[in-house]
């Protein structure tokens, strides 16, 4: 054996494993953590302000009509209503972006 042999063996094992490994990602995994995590924060923020806006609603017409915490409550509660529709509807707009990319991904892979 000439010691050609043992840096060729090396060569053609790194040219396989680097075949096996494929294309790397377009998302390193701790760039996709971060991108969730963003997603995790937007929702929690609309719940919470939607809470909020409906609170200071129903606080500031108590305060005009006198009406006691009546229509703070019914705001407050209407508020975390509107603010669950919206995370909802942010879930699912997550969801079919995710959807739309697996598809493009499946379609590319046919022709490729």
Known sequence: MSEDDPKQRLAELEARIAAAKGAPK??????????????AWRMVIE???GLGIGFGIGYGLDVLFGTGPWMMVLFALLGFA????????TA????????AAQAREGEGDEHG
Do not use: F
Not at 84 to 89: D, L, P
């Open 47 to 49: 719940l919470v302000s």
């Open 26 to 39: 377009d998302k390193p995994h701790q760039e996709e953590h971060y991108s969730q995590a963003q997603h």
């Open 82 to 89: 509107a603010g669950v529709n919206v995370m909802i509807r």
């Open 92 to 99: 699912q707009e997550l969801q079919d972006k995710k959807l």
